[in-house]
């Protein structure tokens, strides 16, 4: 891999300066430098978009020198060559990172003259510096696959700008390492100006500074996310596909469910009866299940099982999540009134699950499903059923199958209008170790086994680089 230069000398006097000496030809060709400079003296960095044009000249540094050693004493500096795009979002422009290259310097090595080696490798991280305050950014999804940064102004200063460090974290066997530079003077949003790929890691790094004379950004604090984007249709219909398979594998049967049924400790119940007025309210989803799933964080409901015994065709007797468990009716919950999506595949050590979303007509949790879920038919489906919207439906027994009703559910009229068929049974409490985890589970919520190739994305498979 061929590497070119970047030379920093001593010029005029106590500062030191940077002097670019660049041979514009593939693949090395870019059409601007930049450049950061941590000064941990002056507790501060200075981050500067220079043009290829304007590179070739002497560049001063900005930083005083320290009293005590009457020596500049910078720290790091690094260069990224980049090329530009048009960003047609924002307006402007954006740039991708081709080149990096860095080196320490310390008081003595402003008496000196240093080659900075730069190589067409990017795969390292952002540098990490400590500005003189840090602040909170937000990521914001609209579906189907666009995302902004927000919170990005401090609402104090009117010349404030920012420069965005933007990076994928590639898995191997990706073509490229992608990592992107964008500027914006002032606002409080940014819109990332493509469209990302799904069930992808990216890191962000927001610097936000006042710009100096030279056109510089002196950096006053600084922030950084990671976030993980969701699965978009094309993932999801590759989960469906493999539930449909690995149930296809095992043979299809389905057998007959009359009633969902919730497994809780009689703790909660009593808590329910007791300070909600016999309401079960929706709770936010957790985290469990595939980590790229658009339910995360971001829809409340109540997790229902619809899962039988293939043997006794009844609910398992045992049950890690509680001694007690409330039976309702099937036709009470899903109805012509009611719409069913298919939301994700995953397991936890061998056995698979899926999660189904059971929601209400026109209601906003069934706008949100719609524009991010698979919408099944709910009289033919390979996972649930409600043939001709009859009281009985029909689950398959290839797989657990979990329904995420986003609903509260009133369980003191139920059983004032239907005490025959909603009903409570006693459940046999699962080992103390099963019981730990099941309260992780219900709080937190487990991500899907890694590495497993049943449920996995295929492009999940692939360890990090």
């Known amino acids: ?49 220079l043009d290829v044009d304007s590179a070739y000249s002497i560049y001063d ?52 003259e240093f080659n900075m080696k730069l190589a067409t490798t990017t795969k390292n991280e952002f540098p990490k510096f400590r500005e003189e305050t840090t602040f909170e950014i937000d990521n914001v999804f609209f579906p189907p696959s666009a995302y902004s940064l927000a919170n990005l102004s401090s609402r104090n200063r009117k010349r404030e700008s920012v420069i965005i460090l933007f990076e994928e974290v ?16 002032g606002g409080d949003i940014f819109h990332i100006p493509f469209q990302l790929e799904a069930a992808t890691d990216y890191r962000v790094r927001v610097k936000r500074g006042t710009i100096t004379k030279n056109g510089g950004f002196l950096i006053t604090a600084s922030a950084h996310v990671s976030f993980q984007t969701y699965m ?7 989960l469906f596909h493999k539930a449909v398979n690995h149930i296809v594998g095992k043979g299809i049967r389905v057998v007959p469910l009359t009633h969902f049924y919730r497994t809780k400790p009689s703790a909660y119940f009593d808590n329910i009866r007791k300070n909600y007025g016999g309401v079960m309210k929706k709770y936010i989803k957790n985290l469990g299940g595939d980590q790229a799933s658009s339910l995360n964080r971001n829809i409340k409901g109540l997790f229902f099982s619809a899962h039988l015994d293939s043997s006794t065709l009844a609910p398992p007797p045992h ?10 009716p099937v036709y ?15 397991c936890h050590y061998h056995v698979h699950r899926v999660t189904l979303v059971l929601t209400h007509q026109y209601s906003q949790s069934d706008f949100f499903c719609k524009q991010r879920l698979l919408q099944l038919n709910i009289q033919y489906n390979p996972f649930l059923t409600l043939p001709n919207f009859e009281n009985c439906a029909h689950v398959t027994a290839g797989l657990k199958v979990e329904v995420f009703y986003t609903e509260d559910v009133d369980i003191a009229s139920l059983l004032w209008f239907f005490p025959s068929s ?44």
């Open 332 to 346: 009470l919950m899903m109805g012509k009134d009611t719409n069913l999506y298919f939301a994700d595949f995953y």
């Open 61 to 112: 540094l900005p930083f005083e020198h320290s009293p005590a050693t009457s020596t500049i004493s910078i720290g790091e500096v690094i260069v990224y060559g980049l090329r530009r795009f048009v960003d047609s979002t924002n307006g402007g422009w954006f740039f991708g990172i081709k080149t990096f290259g860095n080196i320490e310097l310390g008081p003595e090595s402003a008496q000196k």
């Open 1 to 49: 891999m061929g590497k070119k230069n970047v030379t920093l000398r001593r010029h005029h006097g106590r500062n030191v300066t940077l002097q670019f000496s660049w041979p514009n030809t593939k693949p090395f060709y870019v059409d601007a430098f930049l450049l950061i400079v941590n000064c941990p003296y002056a507790k501060r960095s200075l981050y500067q978009v």
């Open 319 to 328: 049950s890690p999540y509680g001694d007690q468990r409330i039976h309702i």
């Open 170 to 185: 590639i898995r191997q066997g990706a073509p490229e390492y992608k990592k992107f530079v964008f500027i914006q003077h």
């Open 422 to 465: 909603v009903y409570f049974t006693k459940v046999q409490m699962g080992k103390q170790n099963d019981m730990k985890k099941a309260v992780i589970i219900t709080r937190i919520g487990f991500n899907k086994r890694e590495g497993c190739t049943v449920c996995n994305l295929n492009k999940r498979l692939k360890p990090l680089a």
């Open 232 to 238: 978009s249709f094309v993932e999801l219909e590759e």
